[in-house]
């Protein structure tokens, strides 16, 4: 088909230039001479340089006297013929070498963007089982392969991509490979084999099937897939290393809340007892004094290790929630009577009325309220205010507990949330376990709600909790 159209062509400029149109033979040659350059760009060098002898020989007989015969009489015609002939083998050759580097060059391009969509993919992936287990396939869809064998020499575990049957898998020669070969290496059957190494240490294997790219990028795949894995790890390292430092330091902030809060009470306890047995007559004003130490300092004791106990378990969403609609109103009047010390202290004044039912637990929200409210009395000044409010947010209520104490500093209201923290402003001054707050984050989590704080220092605090409206709907 090509040849039809090439000497059509050629016979359809000398018809044209012989039969109809009378030019000079200079005209002839350079409309010759542009036929052959459009041979060579649109078809490859061999067509060109036929084109370039056929044209030759059409440019003689027909257009360089005598005319009709290949017998060339002035001298001068033979340099027109040689330079002719030169001139559309030349401009052929130099077509074809553009064309060349042309494809060359998108070949490149496509390689460097298939590096680039793998790299994007293995930057994305922080996990190695993760990374393990997609890299065949992100390597299949990358290289445009038909099918990718991921070999690991850790454990000799061996994990498949490909939309056509994947070929029987060897794990010895698979391993031999991983272990003997440095660069990547073609197959005459159109296999790869591509090592993975951790610095000059044999990992595993890539084996690709049907991908036809430059050995450099083979072996650039190799190096994508043994950083990710590398980085992979390193990441995985390196958030263990950090889990182990955050368990080292709430293991320390347990045991100084033990030394400190734990021995207040044992130490007051031990003080009321030792006094009771070691004084033979005590009257029954000094003895009911002293038990009354002994209970209240037993009563903290006990609410200690009660919350110990129930953040341990929220965090391990061992707590049982029943959740019902139920009154915000209703909410605060069960926390106001189980914290009734509150309302002698201060002037409560409570703004929640008509508002939507919430979803939620009763005991634990109340719970959650009573801890909000005794936080508020104990970090202000007796009699100051304490206003409870709620307001509909989209489909959650928020319940807000505003006081006119001490505040919170800047720095510190994202640290107040965390296990056993208090404030440096207050942990001498008044008693507590820093317990509180994470445990009322978790419980209002739990209700997919949230609880955050607003504080200015020596102008008081704003805590407030959103809950999710009840749905009545079916």
């Not at 978790?442 to 749905?471: M, R, Y």
Request: with cysteine; net charge negative; hydrophobic share 45%.
């Amino acid at each position: 088909m090509y040849w039809l159209s090439t000497f059509g062509a050629l016979a359809a400029i000398v018809l044209i230039y012989s039969r109809w149109l009378r030019a000079n033979p200079t005209t002839v040659a350079l409309t010759l001479v542009l036929f052959v350059l459009v041979v060579a760009a649109r078809l490859t060098l061999r067509y060109a340089v036929v084109a370039s002898i056929a044209a030759t020989a059409c440019y003689n007989f027909f257009f360089l006297p005598p005319i009709g015969t290949f017998t060339i009489a002035d001298p001068h015609n033979w340099l027109t013929l040689i330079a002719f002939l030169a001139t559309s083998v030349i401009g052929s050759r130099l077509s074809q070498t553009a064309r060349e580097e042309a494809d060359h060059a998108r070949a490149r391009q496509r390689e460097l963007e298939v590096l680039f969509a793998l790299s994007r993919e293995l930057l994305q992936t922080q996990n190695v089982a993760e990374l393990v287990d997609s890299l065949p396939t992100l390597v299949n869809v990358a290289a445009r392969a038909e099918q990718c064998v991921l070999y690991l020499l850790d454990g000799d575990r061996v994990y498949l991509a490909g939309e056509t049957q994947l070929p029987a898998v060897d794990l010895p020669q698979l391993r031999q490979s991983a272990l003997s070969l440095s660069n990547s290496e073609s197959i005459p059957d159109g296999e790869v084999h591509i090592p993975l190494r951790a610095g000059v240490r044999p990992r595993g294997l890539l084996r690709l099937n049907g991908v036809q790219l430059s050995s450099d990028t083979l072996q650039a795949i190799g190096g994508l897939a043994s950083i990710a894995l590398d980085r992979a790890q390193a990441l995985e390292e390196v958030a263990r290393n950090e889990a182990n430092k955050e368990s080292e330091r709430l293991r320390n902030l347990i045991l100084d809340s033990i030394t400190h809060e734990l021995r207040t009470p044992l130490t007051s306890i031990k003080g009321a007892t030792g006094t009771l047995l070691s004084m033979e007559r005590v009257n029954a004003e000094d003895r009911r004094e002293l038990l009354t130490i002994i209970e209240e300092e037993a009563d903290r004791l006990n609410r200690l290790i009660g919350q110990a106990v129930e953040m341990a378990q929220l965090e391990a969403q061992e707590v049982q929630m029943s959740f019902t609609p139920v009154s915000v109103d209703d909410l605060v009047a069960e926390a106001m009577e189980s914290c009734s010390w509150v309302s002698t202290t201060h002037a409560v004044t409570v703004s929640v009325a008509g508002l939507p039912k919430v979803k939620a637990d009763r005991a634990m929200i109340s719970k959650v309220l009573c801890n909000l409210l005794e936080n508020a009395a104990k970090y202000s000044a007796v009699g100051s205010p304490i206003l409870v409010s709620a307001e509909l947010k989209g489909c959650f209520v928020v319940t807000s507990i505003a006081d006119r104490g001490a505040g919170i500093d800047p720095i510190e209201q994202s640290l107040i949330f965390d296990r056993l923290y208090r404030s440096r402003a207050h942990r001498q001054q008044r008693p507590g376990t820093g317990m509180g707050l994470p445990i009322s984050r978790a419980i209002i989590e739990s209700h997919h709600g949230n609880l955050t704080v607003t504080s200015q220092v020596d102008h008081g605090s704003v805590f407030s909790f959103s809950l999710p409206v009840a749905n009545y709907g079916p």
